[in-house]
């Protein structure tokens, strides 16, 4: 079983609308999440760490669900610019992270 | 901006040549990390690095080594090039800051073997 697994989409919304990604992950015990940005041909970017309680940046909110060990990003009126890959990262304990497949988005005029 | 930089950014090399990728950061990171990225897989580990010399495998390391004789360069080594080893390779630190790590790459180098 993998250690992280994500949808991979692509998904394909309009301009303004509401999207959400689910990612989950097998070590219950990961102790840190995050969400990662990748533009084609770049190379990752943070977009957002995700707390226990919950944490909204702006038009991006990340949630995670210790009881159901996944982890979710929620965009709400997407722009063009959102278009990417989204990278869920788990780091379980000591230094290795772990990182799923990505999901693929593409905002549409 | 992390400031690490991955050299070179792109090489086309031949079946069973040696090839090295460097990573250079001027942040004194004492983490530092070699992935591999293809289509299907995602982001996988090749080898780490937790200080001078200090270094561990990761999931896919057969077929690389690495070498840090100093805390800003961590070198990849891929001694004899196979068509298998075609990907995009990303260089990463590690950042810790009030108890939050994370994780910041370099650019890529996109390797190809023929």
């Known amino acids: 079983r993998k250690e992280v697994e994500q949808d991979p989409g692509p998904f394909n919304v309009p301009e303004g609308a509401t999207v959400a990604f689910n990612c989950t992950y097998s070590n219950s015990a990961s102790q840190s999440f995050f969400w990662y940005r990748q533009d084609c041909r770049k190379e990752p970017k943070l977009l957002m760490s995700v707390y226990s309680s919950g944490n909204e940046d702006g038009r991006f909110t990340a949630q995670l669900n210790r009881a159901s060990q996944y982890i979710s990003l929620l965009i709400r009126d997407s722009k063009l610019s959102d278009s990417a890959t989204y990278l869920c990262?788990?780091?379980?304990?000591?230094?290795?992270?772990?990182f799923g497949t990505g999901t693929s988005l593409t905002v549409i005029p | 901006d992390a400031g690490i930089t991955q050299s070179p950014r792109h090489k086309v090399t031949e079946t069973g040549t040696p090839v090295t990728l460097r990573c250079h950061q001027t942040?004194?990171?004492?983490?530092m990390y070699w992935y591999r990225q293809d289509p299907g897989h995602g982001l996988r580990l090749i080898h780490y690095?937790?200080?001078?010399?200090?270094?561990d495998k990761g999931e896919v390391s057969d077929g690389y080594s690495v070498s840090r004789s100093k805390t800003e360069d961590f070198l990849l080594t891929l001694e004899s090039a196979t068509s298998s080893q075609t990907s995009v390779y990303f260089c990463a630190i590690l950042n810790r800051d009030r108890g939050a790590d994370t994780q910041y790459f370099g650019p890529g180098t996109r390797l190809t073997v023929l």
């Open positions: 942040e004194n990171h004492r983490y």
């Open positions: 690095s937790y200080g001078v010399k200090d270094t």
């Open positions: 990262v788990v780091l379980p304990t000591g230094n290795q992270f772990y």
